[in-house]
């Protein structure tokens, strides 16, 4: 079984542009979360879908998006991107609620 | 909310013991265990579900005290492949769709 596959790999952007961020999770789960991860801030939480819709979002900006396809794979989008914005990106997909997420190799985004 | 985790860092030797712990100052549905290892994605060890409910890895023990809002990770004979960041992330209610996750224990055992 696939797991969960992230796209791309690594990003470089500047300041001011847009990014999106791609997401298939493992086969049959219908939940997608997505975190971001600093060596500040740890892993925060971003948002959550299910069945393309959104349950639950994290304390971010409205430049953070989200959307879920009806094949489960989810996109992020980051507008107006800041330096603040450099992170891992992580994306975990599930079964259902409470139940073990797994998580994929994520985005890394540089912002310069 | 986020969990508080301590220690921040902890050093072992193979075969030694240690604890990692996780509170939160509000009523916790379960709580979940990963590790990460540098580079690598966050991997499951364990979730822990009020009322008892355990679903996990066999060689990684854990507790969760629904009375202090607490769990606590149980390393045992440590072996290098123990050695990254551990996380734990908790959730305060069966509907809550969002995993708050506390900043990470990094492990380092040593030959």
């Known amino acids: 079984k696939a797991g969960v596959t992230q796209t791309p790999r690594y990003l470089i952007k500047t300041r001011g542009q847009q990014v999106t961020l791609s997401c298939s999770p493992i086969?049959?789960?219908?939940?997608v979360s997505w975190y971001q991860q600093t060596p500040g801030q740890g892993l925060q939480f971003l948002f959550e879908y299910f069945s393309e819709t959104q349950r639950n979002k994290g304390n971010f900006p409205g430049r953070f998006s989200g959307r879920q396809f009806s094949n489960s794979r989810s996109e992020m989008n980051v507008s107006t991107l800041e330096l603040g914005d450099s992170a891992l990106y992580l994306c975990?997909?599930?079964?259902?609620?409470?139940?073990?997420?797994?998580f994929g190799a994520g985005t890394r985004l540089s912002v310069l | 909310q986020q969990p508080v985790q301590s220690p921040q860092a902890v050093i072992l030797r193979e075969g030694e013991d240690a604890v990692i712990n996780c509170s939160s100052s509000?009523?916790?549905?379960?709580v979940h265990w990963y590790r990460q290892k540098h580079g690598e994605a966050p991997v499951f060890l364990m979730i822990?579900?009020?009322?008892?409910e355990q679903k996990g890895h066999e060689k990684i023990s854990a507790s969760f005290n629904e009375k202090k809002q607490q769990s606590s990770l149980y390393l045992t004979a440590s072996q290098l492949s123990y050695s990254g960041t551990y996380f734990c992330g908790t959730e305060m209610r069966p509907n809550d769709y969002k995993l708050s996750f506390g900043a990470g224990t990094t492990v380092t055992v040593r030959a």
């Open positions: 509000k009523a916790l549905y379960s």
């Open positions: 975990a997909s599930s079964s259902g609620t409470g139940d073990i997420q797994y």
């Open positions: 086969s049959g789960h219908r939940s």
């Open positions: 822990l579900l009020k009322g008892g």
